[in-house]
């Protein structure tokens, strides 16, 4: 990190310098897409659309064929009314709601799902590319619009998981959290049994641990000292 991190981290300088700058890396993305139109295989499916309409840190990119007859329900819908249930869109902004607050804390989850699912849509392109050889002219466009609502079903359903997730983490926790890059002696009010680098570096809810910098691991129930 460097003192203009605007996330609070131990990295981060004055309230000042943490307002200095405007990251492009903040999740304000309303959408993005890449057009990838491929020079080795036939033109009926050569073109392929990349959407995201999530914050791309958080989210993945899709694949979609163009040459189809319908686009994916929910890649369709995404009026003022905020429906996640209905709308690929307002699925990814709740995402960076639950996520922005609490980044720290459960960016080990996000990053592991955008690589996940990111993974898959390469893997369905190969997939999509190799049995589009076989179709037919007459039948090639129905077969990639079914293709299309696959891939958007998959990144859908792993999207909905993340939440579900996300969600009972957050309601375990306590308002008055402690997250990554949080230094125990200044939250303590410089107490001076937190003066040795009780800054923390990780926490892991699989295993219920906090990590430090100065290589102390705490467990739940953990005492060390009078601390």
Known sequence: GTPYDPMGTYASGTPE????FRSIALDRNQSSCILQIRNDVPAQYAAIQWINFGFYCYS??????TNISDTPTKYKYAT????PDKSAYWLNKLLEVIVEPRYHEFINEVNDFRDQCQSYGVGRVDTI????????SANLI???TEQNMKTAN?????????INQLLHEALLNSKFQFERGDNLYDKSNKLQEYKDRWVITDIDAR???VRFENGQTLYVGDVIGDM
């Open 142 to 144: 129905n077969y990639l």
């Open 129 to 136: 590319t190799k049995t589009a050889q076989i179709q037919n």
């Open 80 to 83: 003022d009314d905020a429906q």
């Open 17 to 20: 310098e943490q307002r200095k």
């Open 207 to 209: 295993d219920n641990s």
């Open 60 to 65: 993945p990119y899709v694949p979609f064929f």
């Open 154 to 162: 998959h990144i859908l359903n792993e999207t909905h998981e993340l």
